[in-house]
């Protein structure tokens, strides 16, 4: 087991390989780090029809992340898949801790696009269609029917249920790599 050291020095260097990154994958994000917290802000168009969201990430080495979509603000409503404090469920925590060897830009970033694609959906539906982990005592109407399936698409770009996944590394609401093919995550600059 490797250790990962935790003194500022080296929090300070993953705040910066954090946000060197992001700015060479996500050029559209805006980011800046304040004392050991990196905040990054930015638009996500998660598909070619959907709207502009204006979200914030917020990093402290080795923490977990926290998300927001700060325009529109987007406030805790049961059934979304969120925390009561508006932040977005990702992934779940308590079976799969954040790591601290994971990035942003392969992780978080991605996790958001995918995050605010199921919104959508679940705007339009009313379920919640990607995978979700309870978060306290849920009503059974805040349940997503595909608890615990992996979210794929037929050729005409339809949802359809797939398979239960045995991985034992659950991240966040993963689409299969054929639903990646109906959706393009169009990422725009327009940032302020």
């Known amino acids: ?15 910066v390989t954090e946000q060197v990154l992001i700015r060479e994958k996500f050029p559209f994000l805006h980011s800046r780090i304040s004392g050991l917290e990196l905040t990054c802000r930015g638009r996500i168009r998660p598909t ?25 603000k987007i406030e805790f409503t049961p059934g979304a898949h969120m925390y009561h404090d508006d932040t977005l469920c990702l992934f779940d925590w308590r079976e799969q801790p ?9 992780t978080v ?9 199921f919104y959508e ?11 979700s982990a ?9 349940l997503a029917p595909s608890v615990g399936a992996a979210m794929t698409f037929t ?24 639903s990646i093919r109906f ?6 600059s327009g940032l302020k």
């Open 48 to 72: 070619e029809r959907s709207r502009s969201y204006r979200v914030e990430i917020r990093y402290s080495p080795w923490d977990s992340p926290v998300v927001r979509v700060i325009e529109p």
């Open 98 to 106: 954040w790591r601290k060897n994971w990035h942003l830009h392969e």
């Open 134 to 142: 309870v978060h306290g005592q849920p009503k059974p109407e805040d």
């Open 155 to 178: 050729s005409d770009g339809s949802p359809m249920e797939a398979k239960s996944s045995n991985t034992s590394l659950e991240m966040g609401s993963m689409l299969t790599l054929a």
């Open 1 to 15: 087991m490797v250790m990962i050291p935790t003194n500022k020095a080296d929090k300070y260097r993953k705040v």
């Open 121 to 131: 959906l679940w705007l339009l539906t009313g379920k919640w269609l990607g995978k």
């Open 183 to 188: 959706l393009r995550f169009s990422f725009s």
């Open 109 to 117: 970033i991605p996790w958001t696009a995918e995050w605010l694609v």
